[in-house]
């Protein structure tokens, strides 16, 4: 059984068909009857692109028919999604971005997230010794400094051949001419109807006026025009980042910030800057693999967890076979256990990474497995007291991914000489903050919630981080985004798969799945992104389903094993690229369980 782009002309799926179910079997054969072939990707002989939105795609592609390579693409995506998907990312946000360069084989990272405010301190988000809730998510004061303008320029600068004013021209075009608002559109902003109705801004912006005179999100097909935001950009194409991180733009950013009672000051936005850094490497099956290292927790789950895998099970994986995946969730735990314990901002506290990817660390984790039963998480790392090993209560959670609040975004270009970009990017939650500059158009991201706010605390994602992951100013705070390249087996120095996706705490999983599907399972790489997903986040103690996920005989197999499995609808949003080691062909794939489009040259 496989999703397809079935599931997507099928329309939009009930929210609450699923959502927070435990499984039940009778469910089941409504699932089976989404279940249907899934369509190949078609080859490309020039370059491809995946993103989440078809006029990113189109923008990528028009660069790269202009003679631009994957950077001119990638970043001209990222600036049409900051228009189209305001919801997911854009100008307030950040990310990070894996580069290859083809004719010197070398992999670049660039770490454009966002820090925090020089004015944030570890307790920020506490009241009387305990989180308040909607502080670190919702409003001014859970922003942090953004950073994409400074990363998408970059990037450009340093590894692109055309000039801005060309890769901004189809964002501000669209910021002008306007979008007409998608489903997808319309959910997000009703997931974050409240919160974007507090600011007078972002409701003119981005809601309308009901009949009764109410902010209400925009029906579909409405065009939705954003003037400033094409003056911004125009700016930026004209005076580059300084046009964002100083004069009017920054000014504004710090005065509707201040107003709303946060933090952010124009001296934060002058002093931004990214960062460098080397890849994080690791080999599955032969592959080389280059992803994501900390501030991202992303990467180095990706790599202990394939690790893990191969070395339980060196001649290979089943499809779906029930004793691979209890290994497969096991060692998912451990990854994220290693993560609450040790990760952080490595510019704030020392990350033990080079023995947290060693193939001998990862022995010790595999071989702490028990191949007939699941591991209770806080036997491995006690909770911290309050915090539930496991939701699976008639109790309502906040735990269970909510894709209509959820964002962030991915863009995977390989162009036609091999050079590749996974870039992740994101203003955190659903439309970030729900602030928005005034008279800029810049919505500003929430990513302060990817702290700790109380170490031990989950956050928005249900997500435990420990110490090293506390607030501080100027830090990074932890990320689950999981860019990444996997290499061809006979050539190391050649890109095979870029890919990518948003869901939060859910990244790396997806990540992992995607690979082990293409590398495993000899998928077409359509079909390993449309696959059903299995995700554990060591807390809650649960095994997550989506609803293209698995059989009853395997769930009931996991189950036996004393693993709690939870159904949820779905979640994530993989972007990814694939090019034939053998016959030089490309091929994209966009995530059927979003609105994007995969394109390529002919
Ligand atoms: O950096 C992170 O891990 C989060 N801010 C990403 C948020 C996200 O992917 C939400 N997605 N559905």
Redesign the pocket.
């Known amino acids: 059984m496989d999703c397809s782009d079935n599931a997507r002309r099928a329309g939009p799926v009930k929210e609450t068909s699923f959502r927070g179910a435990v499984v039940k079997r009778g469910l089941l054969a409504a699932v089976l009857v989404a279940a249907s072939v899934a369509q190949a990707a078609r080859p490309y002989r020039g370059g491809a692109v995946a993103t989440a939105y078809p006029q990113a795609s189109a923008a990528a592609l028009e660069m790269l028919e202009k003679g631009g390579n994957a950077t001119d693409a990638a970043v001209a995506a990222a600036f049409v999604a900051a228009v189209v998907g305001p919801y997911h990312s854009g100008l307030g946000g950040g990310g990070f971005a894996l580069v290859h360069d083809a004719r010197s084989g070398d992999t670049k990272v660039l770490d454009f997230r966002e820090v925090a405010p020089k004015a944030a301190t570890r307790d920020m988000y506490l009241k009387d010794g305990k989180v308040v809730p909607g502080l670190s998510t919702d409003g001014a004061l859970s922003v942090a400094v953004p950073g994409a303008v400074a990363g998408y320029l970059e990037l450009l600068k340093a590894h692109g051949k055309l000039k801005p004013a060309v890769v901004l021209a189809p964002a501000i075009a669209a910021a002008r001419k306007g979008l007409w608002v998608t489903p997808r559109y319309r959910t997000m902003a009703e997931g974050r109807l409240a919160c974007l109705s507090r600011d007078a801004e972002a409701s003119r912006v981005f809601l309308v006026k009901d009949a009764q005179g109410q902010w209400a999100a925009p029906p579909v097909g409405h065009v939705l025009r954003q003037p400033d935001l094409a003056r911004t950009l125009a700016s930026i194409a004209k005076g580059g980042a300084k046009a964002f991180y100083a004069g009017p733009v920054a000014k504004a950013i710090a005065t509707s910030v201040q107003a709303g009672g946060g933090i952010l000051t124009q001296e934060d936005l002058a002093t931004y800057k990214t960062r460098g850094a080397t890849p994080l490497e690791g080999r599955y099956r032969g592959h080389r693999i280059l992803t994501m290292p900390p501030p991202s927790a992303?990467g180095v789950a990706v790599i202990q967890v394939l690790t893990a895998m191969e070395q339980l099970r060196p001649q290979g994986v089943p499809f779906r076979d029930a004793e691979a995946l209890h290994l497969y969730v096991e060692a998912v735990r451990r990854a994220y256990v290693d993560r609450a314990k040790h990760l952080g901002d490595p510019a704030f506290v020392d990350v033990p990474l080079a023995r947290l990817v060693s193939p001998g660390h990862v022995a010790d984790l595999a071989g702490a497995i028990d191949p007939k039963k699941a591991t209770p998480s806080a036997s491995l790392l006690a909770p911290k007291e309050g915090v539930r090993g496991s939701t699976l209560t008639d109790e309502p959670t906040t735990l269970t991914p909510e894709p209509e609040k959820?964002?962030?975004t991915h863009i995977s270009v390989i162009d036609k000489d091999g050079n590749a970009v996974a870039m992740t990017t994101?203003v955190?939650?659903g439309f970030g903050s729900c602030v928005v500059a005034k008279g800029t158009g810049v919505l500003l991201n929430d990513?302060m919630d990817?702290f700790a706010a109380q170490p031990g605390v989950p956050n928005a994602?249900g997500l435990v981080t420990g110490e090293p992951n506390a607030i501080a100013p100027g830090k990074v705070p932890l990320?689950?985004?999981s860019p990444t390249l996997v290499f061809a087996k006979d050539d190391s120095r050649r890109v095979m798969l870029a890919v990518g996706s948003?869901?939060?705490s859910t990244?790396p999983t997806t990540v992992i799945q995607v690979i082990s599907n293409v590398v495993d399972h000899g998928m077409d790489v359509a079909r390993a992104v449309n696959e059903g997903r299995v995700h554990h986040q060591y807390l809650p103690d649960e095994v997550w389903v989506d609803k293209w996920g698995l059989e009853p005989a395997t769930l009931s197999a996991l189950e036996a094993k004393g693993h709690k499995v939870r159904r949820v609808e779905q979640?994530g949003d993989a972007e990814a690229v694939y090019s034939d080691p053998e016959t030089g062909l490309r091929f994209s794939a966009s995530d059927p369980r979003n609105e994007g489009a995969a394109l390529g040259q002919d």
């Open positions: 992303g959820k964002n962030t994101t955190n939650y990513e990817d994602y990320s689950s985004m948003p869901g939060g990244i979640w």
